[in-house]
């Protein structure tokens, strides 16, 4: 699965080519949730808020400890979509 949205994201993890983000990689380890999966229920279903994303997916409903990934992923999908709404009204 090819992630276009991160191809301007820097990533800590120094993977060759440009960045599709890393859907594989596990965000939630309490219930095993990966990026990919988060990615694609905020794509899909519009997902604005960690509890959102708890909803649809379960990351986040363990320990608590990923709530910051999360959040930081929704920045980063969310931007875009709010800039085009800023532009468009404006």
């Known amino acids: 699965m090819s992630l276009p949205q991160f191809d ?3 990533c800590s993890d ?3 080519g440009p960045c599709a983000g890393c859907p594989d ?3 939630c380890r309490c219930l ?3 990026e990919g999966t988060i990615v ?3 794509m899909e279903l519009g997902l604005r ?3 959102e994303v708890r909803q649809a997916t379960g ?3 363990g320990c608590t400890c990923c709530h910051r990934q999360i959040r930081g992923l929704l920045e980063e999908l969310c ?3 709010a800039a085009y709404s800023a532009a468009a009204a404006g």
């Open 32 to 34: 095993g949730v990966t």
């Open 49 to 51: 808020t960690v509890k």
């Open 40 to 42: 694609e229920a905020v």
């Open 25 to 27: 990689r596990v965000v």
């Open 14 to 16: 120094p993977c060759a």
């Open 8 to 10: 301007a994201r820097s």
């Open 79 to 81: 931007a875009p979509a």
């Open 59 to 61: 990351a986040g409903d």
